[in-house]
Every structure is written in C-alpha cells, then in structure tokens.
T-cell receptor, first 115, second 113 residues
Framework: GAGVSQSPSNKVTEKGKDVELRCDPISGHTALYWYRQSLGQGLEFLIYFQGNSAPDKSGLPSDRFSAERTGGSVSTLTIQRTQQEDSAVYLC?????????????FGPGTRLTVL | AQSVTQLGSHVSVSEGALVLLRCNYSSSVPPYLFWYVQYPNQGLQLLLKYTSAATLVKGINGFEAEFKKSETSFHLTKPSAHMSDAAEYFCAVSDGSGYALNFGKGTSLLVTP
C-alpha cells in the first residue's frame, strides 16, 4: 500500500517568506507527527496529532511555526517569516494508535532551504 | 523524560565483519525502544523495536538488538556487514503512550570492501 507522502520534496525560499509543507499519512492512521532533522540538532519532535484530540505543540520552536490536520488526514506545516536557521529536512510520520509502542512510518521528507 | 545516547557518531567496519552500534537509554518508566535506518535522501525505516516482550529482538536485514535493563542498553548488531548496510542509524525511545519518539544523534555506518 501507499506510504506516507510529503510535498514538495525540495523547497527553496527567501528569508522572510512563508512556506507550507504538506503530509499525506497512511490511510487509517490516526496519529501524525512532524519532526525536523538538521545538522547539529539531529531529529527533533515538532508537533503531534492524535485523532480529534488537541495537538501537542510542545516541540514547536517558535510561534512562527504552526500546523493543522484537516479531516483527520492531511496535515500542513506552516512556517511564517522564514529564517535561515529554519533550513532543515522536515519529516512527517504516521502511526496506528496502539498501546504496545507505536511504529511510526516516515515519509521521505521535505528539504527546506532558506536563502 | 526519556532519552537515548548513541555512542560513536561514525562507525567503520569491513564487509563481512560484525556490526555493533551502541545505544543507552534513560527512562523513568519501562521504555519502548526502536532502531531506525535512514539511507541517503530517504525517510526513516524501522529496523526493529522492543516493547517489553522478548529481550532479544530480531529485525529486518539480519539485524537484531538485545534489551539489557541492568545496563540500560539496546545495542544493535549484525553478524556480517554488507555494503548495502551503509547508512545512518538512529536509536529512539518512547514511553509507549503513542507519543513522540526521542531520537539519539545517530550513528553513520561505513562499510569498506
């Protein structure tokens, strides 16, 4: 079956511009996660959606970052007024809700470059 | 809070040699532990996971890991390295509530002929 897909695969933008990154999770997966992968910082958790519950935004680095998940499926991560330090690979993952440790399935990522 | 430490940011082995990638965890509750692999320009793929069942966990591509509570370790091994094993390997921990994973810094595995 189809895995997690992300678009665009690459995004180059100018400092100060807004960007939107899209994630299509695996059909039927109720949990969706965004992570950021950058040199020196490794993989950082950003935000987590589970079903219709309020998202956990504790990993968002600033109020310039926001995310939404429409209809319990597709998610969009928005970065406003981008800065050069936002350059990174943004990874999306989805999982089934399980009580035994959820396997997260990752998409290929969006490489964001802020000039 | 749960965390993992991966010892060695770079590991180099010869083709056919034993692969050993080290991961130690810190957790106040019984952890769920994962090893993921990332090939260049790709997302992360699950190799194996520990969820409090058998302490020796077998994964894909011939990898396995042993959970040792007394040593707070979850090291990844493979008896014989292949060239195709060259990739970045990440150890991760969660508290099993369906929450986010806390990843280690990663270990880059180089396999030489």
């Amino acid at each position: 079956g189809a895995g997690v897909s992300q678009s665009p695969s690459n995004k180059v933008t100018e400092k100060g511009k807004d960007v939107e990154l899209r994630c299509d999770p695996i059909s039927g997966h109720t949990a969706l996660y965004w992570y950021r992968q950058s040199l020196g910082q490794g993989l950082e958790f950003l935000i987590y959606f589970q079903g219709n519950s309020a998202p956990d935004k504790s990993g968002l680095p600033s109020d310039r970052f926001s995310a939404e998940r429409t209809g319990g499926s597709v998610s969009t991560l928005t970065i406003q007024r981008t800065q050069q330090e936002d350059s990174a690979v943004y990874l999306c993952a989805s999982s089934l809700w399980t009580s035994k440790g959820n396997e997260q399935f990752f998409g290929p990522g969006t490489r964001l470059t802020v000039l | 809070a749960q965390s993992v430490t991966q010892l060695g940011s770079h590991v180099s082995v010869s083709e056919g040699a034993l692969v050993l990638l080290r991961c130690n965890y810190s957790s106040s509750v019984p952890p769920y532990l994962f090893w993921y692999v990332q090939y260049p320009n790709q997302g992360l793929q699950l190799l194996l996971k520990y969820t409090s069942a058998a302490t020796l966990v077998k994964g894909i591509n011939g990898f396995e890991a042993e959970f040792k509570k007394s040593e707070t370790s979850f090291h990844l091994t493979k008896p014989s390295a292949h060239m195709s094993d060259a990739a970045e390997y990440f150890c991760a921990v969660s508290d099993g509530s369906g929450y986010a994973l806390n990843f280690g810094k990663g270990t880059s595995l180089l396999v030489t002929p």
